[in-house]
Structures are given as structure tokens and as C-alpha cells.
């Protein structure tokens, strides 16, 4: 996963280590030696993530972090003070400031790629709802100038843990900081957290089982808990596990023994994280219902597609990574109509809405671009995998009947599909649609049920370039 790290340091031996290692990785970096150079990196760059030092002239880290926090344009960008401070209130204190991780200096790098590699997934999924919420204002509804105000506090944690004396402590810890705690001694009963939905799961490792760990990735593969936060908590060797957990999907890890503040202050960061996405959402989910939604399908109409696809262009100009565009047209359409009723007709326009919801990213944006047309926005996708996610909901489709309600009728349904994929910073969205539209057409014309994509070197009229 690549992705641009800006890295703070005023130490020109530590940042050039740092930066080797990272290029290492097929990472992006961009480097600054002081806390105010930082603050403008941040917002003329934007990175997707920061790694941070905490002893600078001017302006130390933790001043930084707590004002790329408080900034809404910014406060989603991960933050990983990396410091030759080990102290406790140390790393109390930059967690309660914003920081997302404090590692104390030497990092094993196996440790730190896990750690970024984990907040990138997080940081991108946010800024999805992000460019989501940016739509919704120039269509002229206001923001949520609240969305930054929580403590994080009187959360419900619900604590996964099979031991007594520990588990007593933890239960106290939050109790007094009025936090509701619902304790679980049974890794098997994923069920049971998604009936309580908490705001945060604090899982407790076991030094001889993998339980802790199946009940995390169970918790990520169920739709109800797949973004709440996880909070790990184990012993300093369980270091192998702490990295496969997160790549698992878990969020953060406590070593023991347990220090009741850092506890906290952890739990804090999942929850106000959390709660920012949950409104984020809610926010934009209301507008949508108001304004940007087919009545019909309940997707997206295209009126938003117009505007959030611009947003995601504009953002691949600046990052350089590739949008992909299905383009889906019904088969035969009008034959639906004519044989079985508009009722009918409009039965499978809805489920093939809710069908190409399912089988894409909940990233993506889905939309019923007009009649029987779909479109889907893939963000940060190469062709290759939009093919694939194409050609997997068109076998679908073609297998799956449409079953119509209050009658035995099936109706056999199939899509055309076309793909195409941005080209370089000049791409604008309304190019990408008709470089797509025009592979959905060679794929009518060649016989229908089938996903083409665009030619490489097709121009934005249809035609394909002829050697000189």
C-alpha cells in the first residue's frame, strides 16, 4: 500500500534513515526539521501520514499534533510521535493531544511498517466520508461544525477477557472516568458484541490460545461491528502477534503491565476517532436522503456523481492514483417492461442496485446514473482490479435470476459493463465517464453480458490512436 508520509525531525541523520527506510517500502516522503515547517506541509501536502518528533526548536511535537487535531481540514490525518522520550507522562501526554501512536526510539521496523500500514487503511476510509461531506456543502448543506467537540469520555467499552484480577482493574480504570463496561469472558461470542454495540472492544490476549486474535478478524468480517475500534492488550513478547493483529484490522495494542492512564488515554483516541466517523456519515447520510438519492434504487443519483467526481479527480491529481469507472447498462431492458409490467421493471432495477452495492467497496460510491444505467466511482483502483470486481457482478448477475415479489415470475437478467481508468493529472471526471460509456457500447455491440474495458490508447472521442 503506498502512500506519502511527511516526516518531522530536526535530527538530518534521523530523518535521512527514516526517509531511506520508507523509500524502501515504496512510500512517498517529504521531510521538514521544525514544527512550523510541518504545519504548512501538512496543508499544502497533505500527507497520509505523519511521523512526528517531540524535541524540536520553536515549536515542539506535541504542539503540533494538537493543532493538526483541531484543524477540520486536517484532524483525520494519522499522527505517530516517534521520540527518544520513553517516559510514561510522555506518552500519556501526546496521546491525549491527538497522537495516534507514541513509539520511543529505537522502532523495530517491522513494528512501525504495521503501524502505518494499519493507520493509512484507516486514514483513507475517513477521507472517503470526508470528500463525501465536501459534496453535500456545494450542494448547500451546512457542516457539522460539531463534528471536532468530544472528549471521548462516557463511552461503552466492551472488554473481551477471560481472566479475574486484571479484568477487575480495567473495569475500575473506566468506571471512574464514568465509561459503561460490559465484560465478556468468552472469545466465541462474536454475536454477542454486535447485539451490545459498543463504542470501543477491548480484547485481553491469552498467552496460550489464538482465540483474542479469531475474535478480532471475526468482529472485522461482520458487516454491524466492521468499524468499531479494537483495542489489543498483551505482554512484551506477544510483539508477532501485536503486527498480525493489525493487519487483522485491530486499530491499537497496550503492552502489560497495564498503566491505567495510557489505558484511557487510548481508549479515548478509538472512541473520539469513532465517533467523528459515525457523524461523518450521519451527517452525510441525511443530506443524501434529503437531496442526492434515487427514490427508486436508493443510490446515489447523478447529480452527486457529477460533484463527488470531481472531488475524487481533483484528489487523484494531487496524489496520483488511479480512479476507475464501471459503466453498467440493464440488457434488454424494455423487454423486461413490455413481458413482465413497470413493477416489475422497477423490482430489478432495485436489486441490481442493492447487488452491485454488495459486491463493491464500502468506499466506492454506487450510482444509478438514469434509466437502466449504473455507474461506479473506484477510488485509488487500477484497472486491473475494477475488471475484476466487474466481471465478478456480471457472472453474478447472469447466475442469479431476479425473483419478482407476489408471483413465481424470475426474471433473467444480465449487464454490459463497461471500464475505464484515469490517465494523468489533466483527467477530469467527464472524460473518465465517456472513455467508460464507450466501452459499454463496444460491449453492447459485441454481443452484450460482457465487461470491456477502454483501450490504452482510445482518445477521448472513441477512436484509437494510429502509430505515426
Known sequence: MSARILIVDDVPTSVRLMAAKLSNEYYETLTVSDGYQALKAVAEHHPDLVLLD???PGLDGFNVCRRI????????????????????EDRVHGLNVGADDFLTKPVDDTTLFARIRSLVRLKRTLEQWRLREETSERFGFNADVDLLVDSGTKAHVILADDSTIQK??????????????????????????VDLAGDVVVISMSSDSDAPLRLA?????????????????GDAEDSDRFIKALELGVNDYLVRPIDEQELLARVRTQVRRKRYQDRLQATFLQHLSMALTDSLTGLHNRRYLSSHLDSVMRRMGDSEKPVSLLMIDVDH????NDTYGHG?????????????????????????????EFVVVMPDTPIAVALTVAERLCEMMADEP?????????????LS???????????????????????????????????????????????ESLPG
Open 54 to 56: 517531540v524535541m524540536m
Open 69 to 88: 487535531k483541531e484543524n477540520p481540514k486536517t484532524t483525520h490525518i494519522p499522527v505517530v510521535m516517534v521520540t527518544a522520550l520513553g517516559g510514561r
Open 168 to 193: 477487575s482493574n480495567i473495569c475500575e480504570a473506566l468506571a471512574a472516568e464514568n465509561d459503561e463496561v460490559t465484560v465478556i469472558d468468552d472469545y466465541d461470542a462474536p454475536g454477542r458484541i
Open 217 to 233: 478478524s471475526r468482529l472485522r468480517s461482520l458487516e454491524p461491528t466492521r468499524q468499531i475500534p479494537i483495542l489489543l492488550i
Open 333 to 336: 431492458f424494455k423487454r423486461v
Open 344 to 372: 416489475a421493471g422497477d423490482e430489478v432495477l432495485r436489486e441490481v442496485g442493492q447487488r452491485v452495492l454488495r459486491n463493491i467497496r464500502g468506499f466506492d460510491l454506487a450510482v444509478r446514473f438514469g434509466g437502466e
Open 402 to 414: 431476479v425473483r419478482i415479489s407476489d408471483s413465481q415470475d424470475k426474471v433473467a437478467v444480465t
Open 417 to 463: 459493463i463497461g471500464v475505464a481508468e484515469s490517465r494523468d493529472r489533466g483527467d477530469v471526471g467527464e472524460r473518465l465517464l465517456k472513455r467508460a460509456d464507450e466501452a459499454l457500447y463496444q460491449a453492447k455491440k459485441s454481443g452484450r453480458n460482457r465487461v470491456v474495458p477502454t483501450p490504452p490508447k482510445m482518445t477521448e472521442f472513441g477512436a
